[in-house]
């Protein structure tokens, strides 16, 4: 099973675009690279997923590098709602997919 | 589309105490996940089902906690009895398998908050 390794925390402030790198050093071939966003009292949220290169949807964007031993997720121009804890997940479903999160980034964006 | 519906949502009782949590997924999700979050950490995976079938049990403690799906949709997660380590929330989520969802992604519900005194 891959391991993930995520920054315990970072801090922002609102406007600034924040990335946030996953390393994932013994991904396997077929596994996926997914994120996901908690706020507290609330379960995760799914924020975006990718296997290679780079991923953009209407919330965040995730770069993979060719080897794809880590990932980086950007957010652009947070704000204070963005506060939140972020877990990056390694798998692949086809394997037996075992969703592992580890203990996330808290991200706190300040004003 | 309605989401994962949890319940209860809170629940404080006695240590060993039986207690149990609902989970209702979201239509037509045939995957079904539990999992227990302590605080300040992420989301521990107990059991998976495909369908009405235990796919993955090998995280769940299996001396005191028990797992449903009957017919495939809703299920209920068991504790008994609780013990103080089983303050938590229990978090059901769902997912499902084709259907134009990304390939991970699950919908996660709100969870219950279990206090064990």
């Known amino acids: 099973l891959a391991k993930t390794t995520q920054p315990i925390s970072m801090d922002s402030y609102e406007g600034q675009e924040v990335n946030i790198t996953c390393s994932h050093n013994n991904i396997a071939t077929n596994d996926y690279i997914t994120w996901y966003q908690q706020f507290p009292s609330q379960g995760p949220r799914f924020i975006i997923q990718g296997y290679k290169t780079k991923v953009t949807n209407e919330v965040a964007s995730l770069f993979i590098p060719a080897d794809r031993k880590s990932s980086t997720l950007s957010l652009p121009r947070v704000s204070l709602s963005d506060t939140a804890v972020y877990y990056c997940l390694v798998g692949d479903e086809g394997g037996g997919f075992k969703t592992i999160f580890g203990a996330g980034t808290r991200l706190f964006v300040k004003a | 589309e309605a989401g994962v519906v949890q319940s209860p949502r809170y629940k404080i009782i006695e240590k060993k105490q039986p207690v149990a949590f609902w989970c209702n997924p979201i239509?037509?999700?045939?995957?079904l996940y539990w999992y227990r979050q302590n605080l300040g950490q992420g989301p521990e995976l107990l059991i998976r089902?495909?369908?009405?079938?235990?796919?993955?049990d090998s995280q769940l403690p299996k001396d005191r906690f028990s797992a449903e799906r009957l017919k495939g949709v809703d299920s209920t997660l068991k504790i008994q009895p609780a013990e103080l380590g089983d303050s938590a929330v229990y978090l059901c989520?769902?997912?499902?398998?084709?259907?134009?969802?990304?390939?991970?992604?699950?919908?996660f519900g709100p969870g219950t908050r279990l206090t064990v005194l």
């Open positions: 239509s037509g999700h045939n995957t």
């Open positions: 989520a769902s997912r499902a398998v084709g259907g134009g969802s990304s390939y991970n992604e699950q919908f």
């Open positions: 089902y495909e369908n009405e079938e235990a796919v993955d």
